[in-house]
């Protein structure tokens, strides 16, 4: 006896608890298994991760200094062409460009230096320097010629070695700026002294006549240890990342951040006042030079890194793997060539700092794993011992077969959160259906919305409303209440099984929900869920087809339209295929006539078989109560509906509420008004019944009662909830 018991209410038969023991020493195994497999599938999609976000942060830092650079150029090109319009400076180069053309050989005679245009183009030049910041000027005529410098000993000369890069585009016209080359006149060495090959750079721009032809160019010198190479110094990620610029021979155009490094690597002069900036070439050495390793090639028969020799091929890429820089320490890095500034730039990060995290998390996850698999073992454990446990409790369960005052029969019906028992009073034997929530499966909000549920139903006492007699807690905390035994079906499955319903049954299912619903409306509450899986169709005490109205598990008050977060107020509450438009739009605005258009939806479903609006998706189906009017009934249904039920039932699918019937009364007088009005009989009913249900009584399946997996929690997900 207990045996049967324990496999009526449990699902679980001897053989499959005597299969399932077997298998429990095998668990710990499997598990293991699994917890390695999944440890590692996540620390290789943390790895990809981490990869990725490391070559975000690079192709940032480079598009940020990238970005600086071209503005700072944008801004320079500018503003050496602003002082090349001043009338001042363009009139004197212009008069002296002129003498010059007429008397060519005065420039080579010292007079030249003594004209006074020199000079007044010198004091015309001072304040646009000082404010732009520039080391020197130069000023070439349309031959390339030096009109005038900063330096006496330049003017007069043709052609200086390096500055036809930025010569020739200003001849043609355009603004530009030169790279970083070495000097080929002595300049300032920054420690007292003067020498030749310090790094410079021109800003250019044309310098026009009356006529708009370009008379001759002025050119601003600037220092590329500055603004140049402190650009390119801003954004330095990490302790070991750079952004730098290199040429075409893949020479480095800019200051390293390594430079006492490569002193020491012998990568560059040690002497003082000695720079990186175009003494260091981008070759990778084919070791770590900085953890002892000595190269075997000569510096300029080493090959480009892989960085310079994808960059000077013209392409932007990234290497988050990891390559040699030119110290040969592994690096990763994100580079792109300016072929308008006919240079490079690249940002590189150390490999080992880069991925300096992942190295803790690899060391955290191997921990981590040797818990899990651990506790893995210790579960299986745990679980051999607690099925033991478990066994002995059903063996109680068995023997007691009791709910408080409620004797348990037999499990009816079994959801995701719960159980639905058939049962009896013990001392008044009447037939009961018990629903029992699992504490394992909800949580303590969900336990409150059932109790709320079921002191909101108890309130009601309409024949058509479900009667709740009880509700409690086991000892161990389980909820559950006791309702009406309602042998029978819900309208859902009733049109799945037997199809649509003609009028007169419609209309007499119809009146009774409509009145279960009035008494709700009067005490100012809303259903807000108005389904055919919520109306039970049953038989009891010698009546057939008595509808009853189930699940007040999202009933709202009209007085208190904020009032509890149990009914989720201000969210989507209902079921998609039933939901009204207003529901949708402003669900704290929902009263009796949102009822109204879901039974509405219903009896459109009972008479044609169909919703009145499908879809692939919840949104598409929300869109169409929103903004599309359903199929006439007698064309959905392939049958003519009377027309006074047809323009009825179309009436409560409005989608303003003002155009419904107001009150379910309303709407019941109304459906009293129709032709196919009182047609369904006692002795129809009780005909149908006798022939489609109570003959096969012995099929359990033909029978059933309310379900918990008919419950629902009242917010829209992504899912279509069948009909």
Not at 250 to 266: W, Y
Request: charged share 25%; net charge negative; proline share 5%.
């Amino acid at each position: 006896m207990g045996l049967a018991f324990l496999t009526s209410q449990f699902g679980v038969n001897s053989k499959v608890l005597s299969r399932m023991r077997r298998r429990l020493w095998s668990w710990p195994i499997f598990v293991v298994l699994l917890l390695l497999v999944s440890g590692w599938w996540g620390l290789r999609r943390l790895e990809s991760s981490t990869r990725q976000l490391v070559g975000t942060n690079l192709q940032t830092v480079l598009n940020a200094d990238i970005t600086a650079l071209r503005l700072w150029v944008e801004h320079e090109t500018s503003m050496v062409s602003v002082a090349a319009n001043d009338p001042q400076v363009r009139d004197t180069i212009v008069e002296m460009n002129r003498n010059w053309s007429r008397n060519p050989e005065d420039s080579k005679s010292s007079d030249w230096l003594r004209d006074p245009l020199l000079g007044k183009l010198a004091d015309a030049l001072i304040p646009w320097q000082l404010e732009f910041g520039h080391d020197g000027y130069l000023v070439y005529d349309a031959e390339g010629r030096v009109l005038a410098a900063n330096l006496e000993e330049l003017v007069g000369r043709e052609r200086i070695a390096g500055h036809e890069s930025y010569l020739l585009p200003a001849m043609g016209g355009e603004s530009t700026l030169s790279r970083p080359f070495p000097s080929a006149v002595l300049l300032p060495d920054g420690l007292g002294g003067v020498r030749a090959g310090m790094p410079t750079m021109f800003v250019a721009t044309p310098v026009r006549d009356e006529a708009g032809s370009v008379a001759a160019v002025l050119a601003f010198r600037l220092d590329p240890k500055r603004e140049f190479s402190e650009i390119l110094t801003v954004a330095r990620p990490g302790e070991s990342g750079e952004t730098y610029a290199f040429d075409r021979q893949g020479v480095m155009i800019s200051a390293s951040r390594f430079e006492s490094q490569l002193r020491d690597l012998s990568l560059m002069s040690d002497g003082e006042g000695a720079t990186s900036m175009l003494s260091v070439e981008i070759r990778d050495p084919g070791v770590d030079l900085t953890r002892g390793g000595r190269a075997t090639l000569r510096r300029n028969k080493q090959p480009w890194t892989e960085m310079a020799t994808s960059a000077i091929a013209g392409e932007a890429g990234q290497n988050l793997r990891g390559y040699r820089d030119y110290r040969g320490v592994p690096v990763v890095g994100a580079w792109q060539w300016l072929s308008d500034m006919d240079m490079g730039v690249a940002t590189e990060l150390d490999l080992a700092e880069a991925y300096r995290p992942m190295q803790v998390v690899r060391t955290s996850y191997a921990i981590l794993m040797s818990i899990l698999v651990g506790l893995g073992i210790a579960s299986q454990v745990w679980l051999v011992l607690a099925s033991r446990w478990q066994q002995a409790a059903y063996r109680a369960v068995a023997e007691a077969k009791t709910l408080g005052q409620y004797a348990l029969d037999e499990q009816i019906g079994e959801g995701g959160m719960g159980v639905v028992y058939r049962a009896h009073h013990a001392l008044l034997q009447r037939p009961t259906a018990v629903k029992l929530l699992r504490e394992d499966k909800v949580d303590e909000a969900t336990v409150r919305r059932f109790e709320r549920e079921v002191r909101t139903t108890s309130k009601l006492g309409h024949p058509n409303t479900v009667a709740i007699y009880d509700y409690g807690r086991t000892p161990e905390g389980v909820f559950y209440y006791a309702m009406e035994y309602l042998p029978g079906m819900t309208l859902d499955r009733m049109v799945e099984r037997f199809g649509p319903l003609p009028e007169r049954r419609a209309i007499h299912l119809l009146r009774q929900v409509c009145g279960s619903l009035n008494e709700a409306h009067q005490m100012g509450l809303v259903h807000r869920d108005i389904k055919p899986s919520n109306i039970m169709v049953t038989y009891v005490g010698g009546l057939y087809d008595l509808a009853k109205v189930l699940d007040f598990g999202l009933v709202k008050s009209c007085d208190e339209p904020e009032n509890s977060h149990l009914t989720m107020v201000g969210t989507v509450v209902g079921t998609p295929y039933y939901i009204s438009p207003e529901a949708l739009e402003r669900p704290s605005e929902m009263d009796a006539r949102s009822d109204i258009y879901s039974l509405g939806v219903v009896a459109y479903f009972l008479l044609t078989g169909r919703p009145a609006f499908e879809g692939e998706s919840t949104m598409e189906i929300c869109k169409k109560h929103l903004c599309e009017n359903p199929l006439p009934l007698s064309a959905a249904a392939g049958r003519t509906i009377h027309p006074d039920l047809e323009v009825l039932l179309l009436r409560c699918l409005a989608k303003d509420p003002r155009d419904r019937p107001q009150t379910v009364r309303q709407l019941m007088r109304e459906l009293d008004d129709c032709e196919a009005a009182f047609e369904w009989t006692d002795q129809d009913a009780e005909l149908w019944w006798s022939t489609n249900v109570l003959h096969r009584s012995q099929d359990h399946s033909e029978t059933s009662t309310i379900r918990v997996a008919g419950d629902v929690t009242g917010v829209l997900d992504t899912k279509t909830e069948n009909a």
